[in-house]
């Protein structure tokens, strides 16, 4: 049964050069016949048959079974791109057979399918020297020995496809696409294959050095010749070797083109056997013509370079971020003594603590900053970037979040900020003292405004009444802030004739009806956040602002069109009900909400049926299948989110790819779903084009 298998497959072989296996279907007709002669002889009491029969299935027949199935693992290993793994099940079909010929067969087309001849006509000899003789494999060895000979004239007249085509082609369609394991193989085929791939500037342009990485196996070796191609450079890399390597050639010149240097952790320098901070400052030097932006961590070392020292240096950064695990205030440097440095408009500084005195100096000699990021800092640094940093757009002070870049038209022709960040988690404010002056200054020009601002007493905010009469947000466009006492009526009344707020996001509200009372008078918003909104008494209050949307998305179309509700008390079956009478609702995203109904949600998805694109459940009990199944309904989702959901099962997942369209669903995230395998997990990555999980 062994030698059947290649017996069946030899047209498979004249005709292609992959061998296709046996079907399996063969697995079952021997043991269907051993067991109905097994019976039969047992009724027939034929024990010394029983015997036999019995000996003949634990002797060979699973044997040959075992065979049947690595050959087929191998073949489909080989047909995904798995040669290691097939070449391995190959080995294993000739240990447990080295006289049958399968095993070699397979071993020998793999190596053929993949281009390496060589290796398949020693696969080819190596079964010709172990296939046992005989009139039983007489067949298989003639077929050996003609595939190696069809073998061995292939390899005699292989075309070297890389020095044959355009260069053109070879240079922008190909190489550029070698993912680093590729690159390293390449640069050991031939001379030829070395000196295109090192020629090839697309391949070098952005280079990453890891210790994980292949491409820092090749790096060292070869940077004398890909330097030149080389515009970012990413070192992520523990080693002190490495390290000194990377700027000793940026001393040595080889990167002559390099504008983006990013270095994940330079460590302690300057001890016994580390990076000494003059060998940095050196190729610093060497890169300053052409290094517009640098990503430098210090991490925990005091002794490395300085942030005035950089930019001393490097003359032409446009964009610098600096990290330290130290206060900044030991790292900033003297900048006393610096001209103004014109060129640099993207600063983010994370350090373990930042306090305005230590970026005075620092914002009076780079006064063309556009964006500021600081993480870790106290509130003073408020009055000195109100101060020193007149061009600003963007300013983010301790943000627990990316934040935006600048746009191409955020030039210093219009002065004020753009867009300003605070940390909005529940337990970190700021006083209104410090950052009221910065809002009220850029209040004309301010469109995202992300803020959690301290309590301020009834005698307070009478006081900024009378004091700030006219701070009012007319440009706003998005709007994130918590909801504290005396705070609240300030910022609502900052919006109260606003015509540009789209997206209004609000943490912990204790009065709905004063937020409400100013949005029905505001045109409609396109995305409403509410988070810890946990009064339920003021459910009819958002029920009637939704119903004015509803209204308003009936009249002309416009109106919201996503709704971000998490850990809201106030949200009730009544209120998703208002929410599916708002026929522009295009997305919902839903966490932790515990006043609503498996019923209540499922009425709302089937009543949305023909609107969401996007849905986001997380943090929710009652999401089980079947309200996965349900969501299998929608018509237009395109992308879904499912977090810490602990009863959503395989089951319902599977059910829901079964009635969503693949053309339609193009991105799903899972997030600790207990219950949701990997194996689901697999299938969907083979019919959604993106799927996020861990």
Known sequence: MTDNITATTTASVTTTSV???????????????????????????????????????????????RMILLDARAYAYSMQSQPDSAIADAHRMIGHSSMSANGYFRKANV?????????????????????????????????????????????????????????????????????????????????????????????????????????????????SMIGCHVKQLSINTKLTTVLTACFQFMKDGYFSKMKSLEIKEIGNVNHQGGLQSARIMIGFWKVRQTLTTLNLNVGDSTDSVKLVDILLTCTNLIRLTFATTHPLTRLIGDFSTMDQYSPLIDLEIKSEAIIGSDISMLLQRCQQLRRLVLATCNESVFDVINRYAPNLKILAYNPYFDIEQLQENDSGNVKGLRSLYTDNSLNHSISMKSILPVMYKNKTTLQTLDVNISKISAAELQNLYITHPDFTLNTIKELLFSYRTGTQQFIVRSIRNTNTLTHLGVVSIYNMDGLIEALMIMPPLSKLTLCHANFTTDRPSLTRLLERYAKAAEKSHVSLEHAYFS???????????????????????????????????????????????????????????????VIGNLKKLNCLELIDLQFVTDKGMYELLDKLSPMLLSNLVIRRCPNITKGYISHAKQKIKIVEHN
């Open 19 to 65: 061998l296709a296996p046996k079907r399996l279907t063969c697995l079952a007709t021997p043991f269907l016949e051993l067991v109905q002669n097994l019976n039969n002889a047992i009724d027939k009491h034929d024990y010394t048959k029983v015997i036999d029969y019995t000996t003949v299935g634990i002797d060979q027949l699973l044997s040959k079974q």
């Open 111 to 223: 190596f053929t399918m993949y281009g390496k001849q060589l290796q398949a006509i020693e696969a080819y000899d190596e079964a010709l020297q172990n296939v046992a003789p005989g009139e039983e494999h007489d067949v298989y060895i003639r077929q050996l020995e003609q595939e190696r000979i069809m073998v061995q004239k292939r390899n005699k007249s292989q075309i070297d496809f890389i020095t044959k085509l355009p260069a053109d082609i070879v240079n922008v369609e190909i190489i550029p696409f070698f993912s680093s394991s590729t690159k390293a193989v390449c640069l050991t085929v031939s001379k030829s294959w070395r000196r295109i791939i090192v020629n090839c500037s697309a391949l070098w342009e952005q280079l990453s050095v890891d210790d994980n990485d292949q491409e820092t196996k090749l790096f060292c070796g070869i940077v």
């Open 567 to 629: 850990h809201c008390d106030i949200v009730s079956d009544e209120i998703l009900s208002a929410l599916a009478a708002i026929n522009t609702l295009q997305k919902v995203t839903f966490r932790y909400l515990l006043s609503v109904s498996c019923s209540g949600i499922s009425s709302m998805i089937g009543k949305l049926k023909s609107q969401l694109t996007y849905v986001s459940l997380g943090d929710m009990n009652l999401i089980t299948d079947d309200i996965i199944i």
